[in-house]
């Protein structure tokens, strides 16, 4: 997420919250410690800043605010209720929803599988040198 104006610590957790509580309230009430973590790792932000979560499946989700690694919560279902925000039925706005899932399907659209052996179907230059999306 990158900010265009600072927002105190209070405000960024009450969005989570309420974001939290309209898309996934079963998720909340069973992930409150979860959510408590997460909450005080993040600070204020200031304008320009940027917050990054990543889903690994086998660290979890880490956290990272201005470029410093904040906190790391394992478990897909945190992982799930964070994503929710921008990714369930009631995000803080209609154009955020929009803008994440048409960057996710860039993101895809842009990423490149290949399968098969390499060794009876060598690649082209073309498709090797092809950019790679990190997801």
Request: aromatic share 8%; hydrophobic share 40%.
């Amino acid at each position: 997420m990158h900010f265009v104006r600072e927002i105190t610590k209070n405000q960024l957790t009450d969005g989570f919250a309420d974001s939290f509580h309209n898309n996934t309230p079963e998720a909340e009430k069973a992930l409150k410690s979860d959510i408590d973590r997460l909450f005080a790792a993040l600070g204020p932000v200031k304008d320009g800043e940027e917050i990054a979560f990543t889903y690994l499946p086998d660290k979890g989700t880490s956290v990272v605010q201005a470029g410093t690694e904040k906190v790391t919560i394992s478990g897909s279902a945190f992982a799930e209720m964070l994503f929710s925000v921008w990714l369930g039925p009631k995000p803080p706005n209609v154009g955020l929803k929009g803008f994440a899932r048409s960057t996710l399907r860039s993101q895809l659209h842009r990423a490149s599988i290949v399968i098969g052996d390499s060794a009876t179907k060598p690649l082209s230059a073309a498709h090797r040198n092809r950019p790679r999306a990190s997801l």
